[in-house]
């Protein structure tokens, strides 16, 4: 009887801690208002006069905030002088300087927030002055992002709907309304071709053409509220939050710091930025399409090991490509192919963690991992051959087989035959 009573006693303190919480949001922003209530959405709908970006999937619309709960204004009234007095509040399309503070009146507010998505962060705003759009905003130019440029006005939908200017796959995009403008680009000194460069990228590729939302966009790189281009220290930071394993070996190099007093970029150095291109062996080395020469020249010690991680790497591929071959011959004669699988795949592995430790300028360390990968793709060779080999014993002994049943049958034949001429004699 008592726990059932704790029970009950929890359960409407719960209930009344929620309902208190959303009184308090509701104090902390006394424009909230629903669009039912509202006679600004009911008169502009029946006049056909909503904003040309209206759409009733806005999240706001959805959460029951409506004009009024921005633009201020007594929704109750449905006299236009009344609804729309600054003397009530209204503040009617705010200036494109006070955009980021006119959403932060809610999105800054933890009060109000806690009510919709208790996990959202409210620093947005606070975020958004420390970008390069922020402080240009900040400094007075009327050209740079805020809010509604990235987000729309009054279609605002979730980042996870495909229809939102901000879903992943429509990112690159909803940047390139702006950074694709080569007019307005000129003004700061900036490209406008990021969006082509980053269309025939390998993330561009896996994001745009194979739909992989896991490839990074404009914003996984530069960020969002706070958006900012990399800076030296921290660009194969950047590169690192998804290639992890390249940004420490890289870091722990004499290199890395190297880097830095030049004023390198890191990973961008050799790899470039919006235009990333898939990674080759050859990028290695000392051939036409290295990056290594762009530095190191013949008689240096970088040239030298550059030579030794491309012969390496070379080495396995070559390997790893012959018995790969062997491997598919087999499974083509339908012989046992399943232990030579797993060691191609060990072969592999050892290929793909030698192209990584490209990134530790070490040719013993990636020469190590080569020669592993050799002796494993070797052996795996070595089985196929057998498994070949066993293929072509067993048809030639069924070959064998075959002519010695064949000569019993014309033997047996040909005594049959004598026997039915003895009988009919």
């Not at 192919?337 to 990134?359: C, M, N, P, W, Y």
């Amino acid at each position: 009887m008592r726990t059932r009573f704790f029970h009950v006693l929890i359960y409407f303190i719960t209930i009344s801690f929620l309902f208190g919480v959303n009184v308090s949001a509701q104090k902390e922003n006394k424009t909230i208002q629903s669009p039912k209530e509202d006679h600004c959405y009911s008169c502009h709908k029946e006049n056909d006069n909503l904003p040309k970006d209206f759409s009733e999937n806005d999240i706001h619309h959805h959460a029951n905030i409506s004009c009024s709960s921005c633009h201020g204004g007594d929704p109750t009234s449905g006299d236009q002088e009344i609804a729309m007095s600054p003397s009530k509040g209204f503040v009617g399309a705010p200036k494109h300087k006070d955009i980021p503070k006119f959403c932060g009146k809610c999105h800054s507010n933890i009060n109000i927030m806690r009510v919709f998505q208790p996990r959202i962060a409210t620093d947005q705003v606070e975020q958004y002055y420390t970008s390069i759009h922020g402080k240009k905003l900040l400094a007075g130019d009327g050209n740079v992002a805020e809010c509604a440029s990235c987000h729309s006005a009054h279609a605002i939908l979730p980042a996870k709907d495909p229809r939102s200017t901000v879903y992943a796959l429509n990112v690159p995009g909803t940047c390139n309304k702006c950074h694709g403008n080569s007019e307005l680009m000129k003004k700061y000194n900036l490209p406008s071709n990021q969006l082509e460069e980053y269309s025939k990228s390998v993330h561009g590729v896996a994001l745009l053409k194979m739909k992989d939302l896991g490839a990074p966009a404009c914003n996984d790189c530069h960020g969002n509220h706070g958006a900012m281009p990399p800076g030296v220290t921290s660009i194969s930071h950047v590169c690192g939050t998804c290639h992890v394993s390249n940004m420490e070996y890289f870091n722990s190099t004499g290199m890395a710091k190297a880097f830095e007093e030049q004023d390198f970029h890191g990973c961008e150095q050799c790899h470039g930025n919006h235009a990333v291109l898939k990674p080759t062996d050859e990028m290695i080395g000392v051939g036409k399409d290295s990056k290594c020469v762009d530095c190191h020249s013949s008689g240096d010690e970088g040239y030298a090991v550059a030579e030794k991680i491309y012969s390496s790497l070379t080495n396995l591929k070559n390997q790893f490509s012959l018995a790969d071959a062997k491997y598919l011959e087999v499974k083509k004669k339908g012989m046992n192919d399943v232990e030579i699988g797993f060691l191609l795949q060990d072969a592999k592995q050892a290929l793909i963690q030698s192209r990584t430790l490209i990134h530790t300028f070490d040719s013993t360390k990636v020469g190590a991992k080569t020669k592993d990968g050799i002796e494993i793709s070797n052996k795996a060779a070595l089985l196929a051959q057998k498994e070949i080999d066993e293929y072509y014993t067993r048809r030639n002994g069924f070959a064998v087989a075959t002519l010695v049943f064949l000569l019993v049958v014309i033997v047996l034949y040909f005594k049959i035959k004598d026997k039915e001429k003895k009988a009919n004699k």
